[in-house]
T-cell receptor, first 114, second 114 residues
Framework: RKEVEQDPGPFNVPEGATVAFNCTYSNSASQSFFWYRQDCRKEPKLLMSVYSSGNEDGRFTAQLNRASQYISLLIRDSKLSDSATYLCVVNSPNSGGGADGLTFGKGTHLIIQP | DVKVTQSSRYLVKRTGEKVFLECVQDMDHENMFWYRQDPGLGLRLIYFSYDVKMKEKGDIPEGYSVSREKKERFSLILESASTNQTSMYLC?????????????FGPGTRLLVL
């Protein structure tokens, strides 16, 4: 069965630092990739999609490595408000992950310290 | 913007009670999902539906049932609540038309079973 794996952390990072974490997936047929952010006691919300060529949104950069089957999220100049859990999400159609094939990682907990 | 609402943010029930959790979405999405989220276990799929009156078991359907009588509404039913069903319950929706689309979550219901 397909899996999406993440280091649960917590990652304790000083404010202003750069932090990166990876997510590995086991299904080589996976087609779409996303990073979600979940604040404490709130619902997950889409942070960004991950494209084959890599993509950047402000301080956030997401990259995909199909050969090694991992995606990464890089946060530059981290802010206190970046403290959250970051969920890796992989879409593998016809793999049993629900009607749309989405499978969620368990998340990486990030704590930005002042 | 997609809006997904859940009937309650917090709920306290007693063991053996029948519990209804309702989810309503306004984006005409075909797919709807119910997850539970517990510390260290991540999101676990209970049931999903890809059309009215259609339902499919997810990873942990035992002790739960669902109902989808209308496209915009997906209900999760705990036939006889037990203490191990104390959890955060999250509803999500996605479109079947755009397979690269991701899921949108409701705010969640924190259920405590005493």
């Amino acid at each position: 069965r397909k899996e999406v794996e993440q280091d649960p952390g917590p990652f304790n990072v000083p404010e202003g630092a750069t932090v990166a974490f990876n997510c590995t997936y086991s299904n080589s047929a996976s087609q779409s990739f996303f990073w979600y952010r979940q604040d404490c006691r709130k619902e997950p919300k889409l942070l960004m999609s991950v494209y084959s060529s890599g993509n950047e949104d402000g301080r956030f950069t997401a990259q995909l490595n199909r050969a090694s089957q991992y995606i990464s999220l890089l946060i530059r100049d981290s802010k206190l408000s970046d403290s959250a859990t970051y969920l890796c999400v992989v879409n593998s159609p016809n793999s049993g992950g629900g009607a749309d094939g989405l499978t969620f990682g368990k998340g990486t907990h990030l704590i930005i310290q002042p | 913007d997609v809006k997904v609402t859940q009937s309650s943010r917090y709920l306290v029930k007693r063991t053996g009670e029948k519990v209804f959790l309702e989810c309503v979405q306004d984006m005409d999405h075909e797919n709807m999902f119910w997850y539970r989220q517990d510390p260290g276990l991540g999101l676990r799929l209970i049931y999903f539906s890809y059309d009215v009156k259609m339902k499919e078991k997810g990873d942990i359907p035992e002790g739960y049932s669902v109902s989808r009588e209308k496209k915009e509404r997906f209900s999760l039913i705990l036939e006889s609540a037990s203490t191990n069903q104390t959890s955060m319950y999250l509803c999500a929706t996605s479109s079947v038309i755009r397979l690269s689309e991701t899921q949108y979550f409701g705010p969640g219901t924190r259920l405590l079973v005493l």
